[in-house]
T-cell receptor, first 114, second 112 residues
Framework: KAGVTQTPRYLIKTRGQQVTLSCSPISGHRSVSWYQQTPGQGLQFLFE???????NKGNFPGRFSGRQFSNSRSEMNVSTLELGDSALYLCASSLEGTSGNTIYFGEGSWLTVV | EDQVTQSPEALRLQEGESSSLNCSYTVSGLRGLFWYRQDPGKGPEFLFTLYSAGEEKEKERLKATLTKKESFLHITAPKPEDSATYLC?????????????FGQGTTLQVKP
C-alpha cells in the first residue's frame, strides 16, 4: 500500500515569507503528526492531529500551525519565516496515535530559508 | 520529564564486526519503544516496536531488546548497506496521542 506522501520535497523561501507543506497519510490512518528535524536539535514534535482536531502541540511559536482535513490529509504552515526554520519537516501517520500502533514517516520536505 | 538518550553518537565498524547501540529512556508509563533507521536525506524507516521488558525482535542482521530502563539494537555481522542513523523513540508519557520523543540517534558507518 502507498506510504506517507509529503509535498513538496524541496523548497527555498525567503526570510519573512510563509510556506505550506502537505502530507497525505497512509490510507485508513487518522492520526497525523509533524516533526522538525535539524542537525542540532534532532527530531522535535510540532503537533498532532486526529480526526481534524489538534490533540497535542509541541513547544514551537505560534508561527507554526497546522490543520487536518476530513480525508485525514494534513497541512502545516509556517508564517514569517526565519533563517532558523531551515530544516527537514517530517510527517508521520498512524491508525490512532502511539498506543499499540506503528507510526510511519514520510520522506520529508526540505525547507531552506534564505 | 520524558527523556531518551542514545549512545554512542557515532560508531564505525568493519564489515562483519558485531556491536550494539544503546537507548536509555525515562518515561512515565512506557507504552512502547520504537526503533527507526534513517538514511541521509530521507525520512525514518520503521524497524521495530517493543512493548515490555524482556521482549526481543529480529530483522535480518538486527535484533532489538528491551529492559525496564533501556533498549539495545544489536547488529550482527554488519554490511556496508547497514550504514545509517538509528533512532529510538518513546511515546510521550503524559498523553495518549501521536507524540514521540526521540533520542539524538547513533550514526553507524560500516566499512568494507
Amino acid at each position: 500500500k502507498a506510504g506517507v506522501t509529503q509535498t513538496p520535497r524541496y523548497l527555498i523561501k525567503t526570510r519573512g515569507q510563509q510556506v505550506t507543506l502537505s502530507c497525505s497519510p497512509i490510507s485508513g490512518h487518522r492520526s497525523v503528526s509533524w516533526y522538525q528535524q535539524t542537525p542540532g536539535q534532532g527530531l522535535q514534535f510540532l503537533f498532532e492531529y486526529f480526526s481534524e482536531t489538534q490533540r497535542n502541540k509541541g513547544n514551537f511559536p505560534g508561527r507554526f500551525s497546522g490543520r487536518q482535513f476530513s480525508n485525514s490529509r494534513s497541512e502545516m504552515n509556517v508564517s514569517t519565516l526565519e533563517l532558523g526554520d531551515s530544516a527537514l519537516y517530517l510527517c508521520a501517520s498512524s491508525l490512532e496515535g502511539t498506543s499499540g500502533n506503528t507510526i510511519y514517516f514520510g520522506e520529508g520536505s526540505w525547507l531552506t530559508v534564505v | 520529564e520524558d527523556q531518551v538518550t542514545q549512545s554512542p553518537e557515532a560508531l564505525r565498524l568493519q564489515e562483519g564486526e558485531s556491536s550494539s547501540l544503546n537507548c536509555s529512556y525515562t518515561v512515565s508509563g512506557l507504552r512502547g519503544l520504537f526503533w527507526y533507521r534513517q538514511d541521509p536525506g530521507k525520512g525514518p524507516e520503521f524497524l521495530f516496536t517493543l512493548y515490555s521488558a524482556g521482549e526481543e525482535k529480529e530483522k535480518e542482521r538486527l535484533k532489538a531488546t528491551l529492559t525496564k530502563k533501556e533498549s539495545f539494537l544489536h547488529i550482527t555481522a554488519p554490511k556496508p548497506e547497514d550504514s545509517a542513523t538509528y533512532l529510538c523513540a518513546v511515546p510521550d508519557g503524559s498523553s495518549n496521542t501521536g507524540k514521540l520523543i526521540f533520542g539524538q540517534g547513533t550514526t553507524l558507518q560500516v566499512k568494507p
